[in-house]
């Protein structure tokens, strides 16, 4: 099944302008928040499954755990506990309000702040430093490239390496064969900062779940006929009166046409990608935007995500519920855009072999919407016409 828009006259398009700019607001609220960087935001947990990768950052306001082998290309804040399995690694840095753990041979790029107790695996390395609001363990043969704050106890295994200073408000205790480049203090006068909180985001994300709702409903997807076979879409903005689903092993295909455009799913109830399911970009232009407005407000709906095993998917989520995926599941952006996923009032999940965002992507401010106008301002279109015929007829 093909939906296209109609074609309009370039001489209107200059009236249409104006009616389009309305519709940009759809992610404004974002600009300048929080969120406006993230690569995924919940209100509930993080977890990513074993060799799973995320090219951007992560926020959550509960735990954020990263199981073995899995990559975070950015930064992780959490608002509980930060885990990271053996030969885990983050690209940035790390900020939990309570406690970070690290397990064997994990990596940190970037500095480490938890605002309890840290637990450091052995042979792990932080380029950055680690400071701890109370006590922090190293193991053995853990290098730290930068300096050790603790506001009690340090307590360090053999052969660690530490390019700073150590600094405890307590007690030191230091394995056989460490080095330490600058000074090791009990008993510091030095004080932690307190770790940054994490907000919680439910009220901004409804809002701008709201904005994309109120761009209008345009296309109306029937949910039980849509997506039991392949499908293609052009850009406009697209709306369900109950589930959004795309059966296994079809695919949704998002025909740009080489220009740029918008793509809004306004979906009431819940988004289901089935197992092996893919959307897929013909002629999409890296300035388009793709955006997933999962609602939840049908009765009795929770507003989730899921997408099964192998399933891939484009652009910005946003739900109301949790997201969830099996193993090898796929979210991108479009170009060289990580692609987002938002729940607003739950977890997110993934499962093992997963990725949020091709490799090297980047999380850069959020996409305008631009899509075609809705009825609140098809009087600007009618005017067009009208004006357009008067030219013809004169001419």
Do not use: H
Not at 18 to 27: E, I, P, R
Not at 279 to 299: A, E, P, Q, Y
């Amino acid at each position: 099944m093909v939906f296209s828009l109609k074609r309009i006259n370039p001489l209107l398009f200059i009236l249409l302008l104006f009616s389009v700019n309305g519709a940009q607001a759809g992610l404004t609220p974002l600009l300048g928040s929080q969120l406006d960087n993230q690569s995924l935001y919940a209100s509930g947990y993080i977890t990513l499954g074993a060799e799973t990768t995320v090219g951007g950052n992560i926020q959550s306001t509960a735990s954020v755990t990263v199981a073995a082998g899995a990559i975070v290309g950015g930064n992780i804040e959490s608002g509980t506990t930060t885990t990271l399995g053996a030969s885990a690694g983050v690209g940035g840095y790390i900020e939990s309000t309570k406690t970070v753990t690290l397990g064997a041979s994990a990596t940190v790029d970037g500095s480490i702040q938890a605002g309890t107790t840290s637990t450091i695996g052995a042979s792990s390395k932080i380029q950055g430093d680690l400071m701890t609001g109370t006590t922090a363990t190293i193991a053995a043969q853990v290098e730290v490239d930068g300096d050790v704050l603790a506001g009690s106890t340090v307590t360090v295994g053999a052969d660690s390496i530490f390019g700073g200073n150590v600094d405890a408000g307590t007690t030191t205790t230091i394995g056989a064969g460490v080095k330490i480049n600058g000074e090791l203090t009990s008993n510091s006068s030095q004080t932690v900062s307190p770790a940054p909180v994490v907000m919680n985001q439910e009220e901004l994300i409804t809002s701008v779940q709201t904005t994309l709702k109120e761009l209008g409903k345009g296309t109306e997807l029937v949910s039980t006929t849509f997506g039991t076979n392949d499908e293609i879409l052009e850009a406009g903005i697209y709306s369900t009166i109950n589930y959004l689903s795309i059966a296994m092993g079809k695919t949704l295909t998002l025909d740009g046409k080489g220009i740029d455009g918008s793509w809004v799913f306004n979906i009431s109830n819940y988004l289901s990608f089935a197992a092996n399911a893919k959307v897929i970009l013909n002629n999409v232009t890296d300035n388009s935007s793709i955006i997933w407005n999962v609602l939840g407000d049908k009765t009795g709906s929770a507003g989730y995500t899921q997408l099964g095993a192998g399933a891939e998917v484009r652009g910005y989520i946003f739900a109301k519920g949790f997201v969830q995926t099996g193993a090898n599941a796929l979210i991108a952006g479009v170009g060289n855009d990580c692609g987002r996923a938002f729940s607003a009032t739950n977890f997110i999940e993934f499962g093992a072999n997963s990725v949020i965002g091709n490799e090297g992507c980047t999380n850069g401010a959020v996409a305008k919407v631009t899509p075609i106008p809705e009825p609140t301002s098809i009087w600007l279109f009618g005017l067009g016409i009208l004006v357009l015929t008067f030219i013809t007829k004169r001419s």
